[in-house]
């Protein structure tokens, strides 16, 4: 613990003149990557209470000890980088009520703190009420979180390495994208990993296609003739290898995040099985892509199957639950969810007139990025949700469709976690006849304002 600081000077009465304290048990962390600087509640003299620690365990432990002596019984920090997580966690274990803001609020705060320190700041803020926290899950989805987060990075990765592949083929002038739709599909990864092993021959490498493809082993052929190049080879056959390193990666992040929701299952839902899927055609594709299994352990660890929802994969299925858990009872309505997504329209008004929107800098969550991508495979669906898409797309363009729509699934989802609301669908037909409905309620109500009356004519 080192000394107090000397530029600490005594709370001036007049900056917090007209702010009651509604906790005086509150403490205020500024972060740092090298040390942290703790403010308590004030002195009985009025002099400023703050000492700084190092970011060591032990320095961490100390803090917290020297906190516990003073009274504080809740503390707020910045949302700083990946500082916070330390301290965080281990004052939580303690039995503080950690409070975690976001360093845009702190900046929107009226007032000004001039000469005092950031800490003394926070504390002042947290202990007048004027902070509100960040949404962080329980324990068991902050462990989901962390892993899913790791494991989409090497999605991401493995996306990059077969974009090296890709690069290397075509350096050698050896087109198998041409040849097949994707290069790692069982036909295009057979096709590399014969180049790799020193196949040269195009006849031989076309043999290697699927039966179900529908091009002939000639016209593979044409594509498969390539310079082969020996720094080229080397390339395909490094990133090759870093391509299966990863899938071997992706797939025990896949193991243990399995074993984490296993391990979290309520004992009821051990042995059961989701009910059976409303949509058989969804249901036989997931069994398909072999996700059968992601969606069980889904259920049984959640109780909710969000794949009943149109358009809502497996895969975004996790990502939802994942990222914010099952009980979203810190969102008091779905607008207050669908906020925190930033799926919420950004209309700001002055003086009647709509002002130019900005770009959000912060950009869009990973939940939010998921139901884009849902939204978007709704272009084509026979459902009610599709044929809500199509109708905003033709009204108000597609990107706004895809917004409106990844907002509409962002509502339901809300509406099965915090309602358990299920979803049914009610297709196309009833949506395109109940929306035709409308515009006629609407025709009849104008009409009878202007003093007409409007009549249905028989169609012959």
Not at 46 to 56: C, E, M, P, Q
Request: glycine share 8%; hydrophobic share 35%; aromatic share 6%.
């Amino acid at each position: 613990m080192s000394k107090q600081s000397e530029t600490s000077t005594k709370h001036n009465s007049e900056k917090t003149r007209g702010l009651p304290v509604l906790r005086s048990d509150a403490a205020g962390i500024d972060l740092g990557s090298t040390e942290h600087w703790v403010a308590c509640p004030p002195k009985p003299d009025g002099s400023s209470n703050v000492l700084k620690f190092g970011t060591t365990t032990l320095e961490l432990g100390k803090l917290a000890d020297w906190m516990k002596k003073e009274g504080v019984k809740t503390v707020a920090m910045e949302s700083t980088g990946v500082y916070w997580i330390p301290l965080y966690d281990l004052l939580e274990s303690r039995g503080f009520d950690v409070l975690l803001a976001n360093a845009k609020q702190l900046s929107n705060v009226p007032g000004r703190k001039t000469d005092m320190l950031d800490c003394q700041w926070i504390q002042l803020l947290h202990s007048c009420g004027l902070l509100r926290g960040s949404f962080r899950p329980g324990e068991d989805i902050c462990q989901l979180r962390a892993l899913m987060r790791e494991r989409s990075n090497l999605v991401e990765e493995r996306g990059r390495a077969v974009n090296r592949m890709q690069k290397a083929l075509d350096q050698m002038n050896v087109q198998v994208h041409r040849a097949v739709t994707d290069i790692t599909g069982t036909t295009g990864m057979g096709i590399i990993r014969s180049i790799v092993d020193g196949e040269r021959d195009p006849i031989v490498l076309a043999g290697l296609r699927d039966k179900r493809c529908r091009k002939s082993a000639k016209q593979f052929a044409e594509h498969l003739r390539g310079t082969w190049r020996e720094e080229h080879i080397f390339n395909l056959k490094m990133h090759l290898e870093l391509y299966d390193k990863l899938n071997e990666m992706i797939e025990t992040y896949e193991e243990k995040i399995a074993s984490l929701m296993e391990h979290a299952v309520p004992e009821d839902r051990i042995d059961q099985l989701p009910p059976e899927h409303p949509n058989p055609t969804k249901a036989k594709a997931i069994k398909k892509r072999g996700e059968e299994t992601s969606r069980e352990a889904l259920w049984r660890f959640s109780g909710v199957d969000l794949t009943r929802i149109d358009a809502i994969s497996t895969g975004a299925a996790t990502t939802v639950i994942t990222e914010v858990g099952f009980e979203l009872g810190d969102f008091p309505t779905e607008k207050h969810f669908t906020s925190w997504l930033r799926l919420a329209p950004n209309r700001q008004i002055s003086g009647g007139k709509v002002l130019k929107k900005k770009r959000n800098a912060a950009g869009a969550t990973r939940i939010a990025n998921a139901l884009r991508m849902c939204a978007c495979s709704l272009q084509r669906s026979q459902t009610a949700l599709g044929a809500q898409f199509r109708r905003l797309a033709r009204r108000k363009g597609y990107s706004v469709a895809v917004f409106a729509m990844a907002r509409k699934l962002a509502i339901l989802i809300y509406r099965m976690l915090r309602y358990g609301e299920d979803y049914v669908d009610q297709g196309a037909e009833a949506y395109e006849e109940r929306y035709k409905q409308q515009r006629i309620n609407y025709l009849i109500s104008n009409a009878k304002q202007m003093g007409y009356e409007m009549k249905p004519i028989p169609i012959s």
